[in-house]
Each structure stands twice: as structure tokens, then as C-alpha cells.
T-cell receptor
Framework: GAVVSQHPSRVICKSGTSVKIECRSL??????MFWYRQFPKQSLMLMAT?????????EQGVEKDKFLINHASLTLSTLTVTSAHPEDSSFYIC??????????????FGPGTRLLVL | DQQVKQNSPSLSVQEGRISILNCDYT??????FLWYKKYPAEGPTFLIS?????DKNEDGRFTVFLNKSAKHLSLHIVPSQPGDSAVYFC???????????FGKGTTLSVSS
């Protein structure tokens, strides 16, 4: 149980285009999902907290107009990188916690999406 | 300001021996701690967690110890296996529904 999927796993795009990444909790409902970013050989840095039915909360330094987050249902959150530039190239990972039950303290991560902007 | 610190970037251990990965934190409001294992280009995999009301939690070969007074926790892997070779992240959170704060990770290498 507690499986989180991400799609796509890898994407290469041209500078200036937008890329949408989907994060799904497959066997549980998650009122809150989180989006992280990891640069090579660095830790996971929280970008934003995605709440179902409300606006996302962004961390300091993360542009909300560039990284659009939509949490349309209890099992789906999307991250759209708008007008992507080469410096946005990174590894994007989402996580989710079960909305109820004993495992709600634990966050389960998706497999990540490698974005390369040319 | 690093609230969760893993001061050892790497650790090498022989197969069959104990691996001890350490983690320190500064925020006394953290009440839940987790360890994740991560391979390159993959998402972190949850290993084991501990609540601040406990000082030890064990799951198979993995044991996590928490010393609240020292704001220190450690992950013990016994016996270590070559398949344990990966980056291990320590993470902490303040309350249910909040995001995890990660350390920078420790790369564990287990040689056969």
C-alpha cells in the first residue's frame, strides 16, 4: 500500500515551453501533497504544499506564477513549470500522506520526474 | 539555517557489520522523525520512523534511536548488506500534515 506515482518520469523540453507533472496517490486519499526539488548531490528542498480544494502554499523564494500547482482531487496534484528555462532543469519529486489512519504521519514519495530544459 | 543535519556525507561498512547513520536537529518543536533511502533518479523510499514520545523503534534490520535531550537520532542497520548501499536521508516534521525537513543525506557503501 501507500503508492505514489508521478508522470512523466522524464521530460525534455525547449526553453519557453510549459511542462505539467502529475502526482497521484494510488491507494489512499491525500488532502495534502508536497512538491520537492532536488539538485545533483543536494538534499530535497520543499517547493510548496498542495492542499486539496485550496491554493498551494509556496516556500520562500519559489515563484508561484512560475510553478503552478493544482490539487484537483484527493488523489491528484499537478505541478506546471511555466515558460521553462534551463535553470529549471532538476529532479522534481512529490509526496503525499494518507488523510487518515495510523500512517498519516508518514509521507510517501513518488519516483520523481527528471526535467531537462534545452 | 539547517534544521536537520547529517554531518557525515559518506560512510563505508563491510557486509555483515553494523551501519550507524547519525542525524542532529535544532528545532525542539519537531515531534516526528523519519529515515528514507534513496537511489539516484528515484524518489525516496520510507524506511522507518519514530515519534518524539519514544526513544527507540525497531523494524527488522533497522532500528532508530532518538535522544531528545541531545536532539540526536541515529539509524542502525544490522547486519549491513550490499543492497543497502544508497543515500540515506533523515527527515523531521512538527505536526501531522506539515512538510518534511530533510538533512543533506549520507551515502552508505556496503562492501562484500
Amino acid at each position: 500500500g501507500a503508492v505514489v506515482s508521478q508522470h512523466p518520469s522524464r521530460v525534455i523540453c525547449k526553453s519557453g515551453t510549459s511542462v505539467k507533472i502529475e502526482c497521484r496517490s494510488l491507494d489512499f486519499q491525500a488532502t495534502t501533497m508536497f512538491w520537492y526539488r532536488q539538485f545533483p548531490k543536494q538534499s530535497l528542498m520543499l517547493m510548496a504544499t498542495s492542499n486539496e480544494g485550496s491554493k498551494a502554499t509556496y516556500e520562500q523564494g519559489v515563484e508561484k506564477d512560475k510553478f503552478l500547482i493544482n490539487h484537483a482531487s484527493l488523489t491528484l496534484s499537478t505541478l506546471t513549470v511555466t515558460s521553462a528555462h534551463p535553470e529549471d532543469s532538476s529532479f522534481y519529486i512529490c509526496s503525499a500522506s494518507p488523510a487518515s489512519g495510523g500512517a498519516r504521519e508518514t509521507q510517501y514519495f513518488g519516483p520523481g520526474t527528471r526535467l531537462l530544459v534545452l | 539555517d539547517q534544521q536537520v543535519k547529517q554531518n557525515s556525507p559518506s560512510l563505508s561498512v563491510q557486509e555483515g557489520r553494523i551501519s550507524i547513520l547519525n542525524c542532529d536537529y535544532t528545532n525542539s518543536m519537531f515531534d516526528y522523525f523519519l529515515w528514507y533511502k534513496k537511489y539516484p533518479a528515484e524518489g525516496p523510499t520510507f524506511l522507518i520512523s519514530i515519534s518524539s514520545i519514544k526513544d527507540k523503534n525497531e523494524d527488522g534490520r533497522f532500528t532508530v534511536f532518538l535522544n531528545k535531550s541531545a536532539k540526536h537520532l541515529s539509524l542502525h542497520i544490522v547486519p549491513s548488506q550490499p543492497g543497502d548501499s544508497a543515500v540515506y536521508f533523515c527527515a523531521a516534521k512538527r505536526q501531522a500534515g506539515t512538510a518534511l525537513i530533510f538533512g543533506k543525506g549520507t551515502t552508505l557503501s556496503v562492501s562484500s
